[in-house]
């Protein structure tokens, strides 16, 4: 595969610069430089050999370049400059993933593993990898995937913990190439956690295998941003509209207006594709119809709430006893944002505290007007996302 001469991480980090979209930052540019060569490495890999049968040939080890585990405070651009390398990465087998959900997805599949039969695991998995769900695990994820792309990663169930050292050391064998975002370094991963010295070897082997490289600097670059701006505008009418379009704006540097600037986004939730009809740089857009209207549940908003930082709820109604069903999902929607530390920012039609004020679940719903009021507070938005 030969590289395009124009289209890295580098290029288009400099492309954000020269439309004002980013300011110049040193630690940015030493990052996007270490991103840009592992690109380039990528470009020129061989994808690993498989067998007549179609299984991944055996050994010991693939030889492939080391990942890197990019670490720093919050708002520093860790997830901007990682999301440009993964656009870049002209290879189709990769994936970009909150680190929550692939957790989430991995245990999934280790109990979806535990129910098939002998055969089935055979079939499934080859040969080889049948009788231990984190080799058969590692073997399925690197046949879709020969990067990975890890947001937000952080360790904090001893589940997770016992998982991640076996898996990781697999993936690393298979050729797959990990690219990780923190908010901690590697030695402050699962600290003071249960059986944590069982855990140690995974941070070596990260320290090992990785390029682990610290984003600091001094400034939080999403709350500059936010800071300032107001989070729930009322009523519903021509100038909210506009006000939050500027909102987006400034958070983005997009016009929420114009589809040429801001694209659409749709990814899988249980199988089920859930479509965004706005989004930039970690923002989102919604109606408040298209998420408490429509049958959706927990598992949809805990998708967005790891996929984005920054969530916009348009046009939220006040809401009648005939409403119940909208202000529940409203009610677990908030929650999930707020348990996430997502910034939202929305329009409705009156205070929350007259957003549901009678009906089943009016007295619950107390926690979600506090909760509203909270996520407008200075020490709420400067709080880093699901963390």
């Not at 690109?39 to 990942?67: A, I, M, N, W």
């Not at 016009?255 to 089920?272: H, I, L, M, N, Y």
Request: glycine share 6%; proline share 5%.
């Amino acid at each position: 595969m030969s590289k395009p001469e124009t289209s890295g991480p580098l290029a288009l980090y400099k492309a954000h610069l020269a439309k004002g979209e980013l300011q110049k930052d040193a630690t940015q540019a030493a990052i996007i430089e270490k991103l840009e060569g592992l690109y380039q490495t990528l470009c020129f890999l061989k994808p690993p050999r498989k067998s007549f049968l179609g299984f991944r040939k055996k050994e010991s080890h693939v030889d492939c370049p080391k990942g890197i585990y990019i670490f720093g405070d919050v708002g520093r651009g860790k997830s901007m400059l990682m999301d440009l390398f993964f656009e870049a990465v002209p290879i189709s087998e990769k994936r970009r993933v909150h680190f929550h959900q692939f957790m989430q997805d991995v245990h999934a599949k280790i109990h979806a593993w535990r129910k098939l039969t002998k055969q089935e695991k055979i079939k499934a998995f080859g040969p080889d990898d049948f009788d231990d769900p984190i080799p058969a695990l590692a073997n399925d994820l690197s046949k879709s995937a020969r990067l990975l792309c890890f947001d937000e990663f952080q360790v904090s169930d001893v589940a997770d913990a016992m998982i991640l050292g076996r898996l990781y050391e697999k993936l690393f064998e298979k050729g797959v190439v990990i690219v990780s975002t923190s908010n901690r370094p590697p030695d402050d991963l699962y600290k003071g956690g249960l059986n944590r010295d069982l855990f140690i070897p995974f941070i070596e082997m990260i320290k090992r295998d990785m390029d682990v490289t610290k984003l600091s600097g001094g400034k939080d670059y999403r709350y500059h941003r936010i800071k300032g701006l107001h989070t729930y505008y009322t009523p519903i009418n021509a100038e909210t509209t506009e006000a939050l379009r500027k909102v987006f704006w400034a958070l983005t540097d997009r016009d929420v207006g114009d589809p040429a600037t801001v694209p659409s986004d749709e990814f899988e939730v249980k199988g089920r594709a859930l479509f965004v009809p706005k989004a930039a740089m970690g923002a989102a857009v919604f109606s408040f119809k298209r998420l408490c209207v429509n049958p959706l549940g927990a598992a949809d908003y805990l998708a967005i709430a790891w996929r984005y930082h920054t969530v916009f709820v348009v046009a939220i109604p006040k809401m009648t006893k005939e409403n119940r069903n909208e202000a529940k999902r409203f009610v677990t929607l908030i929650d999930i944002l707020y348990e996430n530390n997502v910034k939202l920012f929305c329009s409705a039609e009156v205070s929350p505290e007259d957003l549901y004020p009678a009906g089943d679940g009016s007295f619950e719903f107390s926690r979600t007007v506090s909760r509203l009021h909270e996520m407008q507070s200075k020490e709420y938005l400067e709080k880093g996302h699901a963390v």
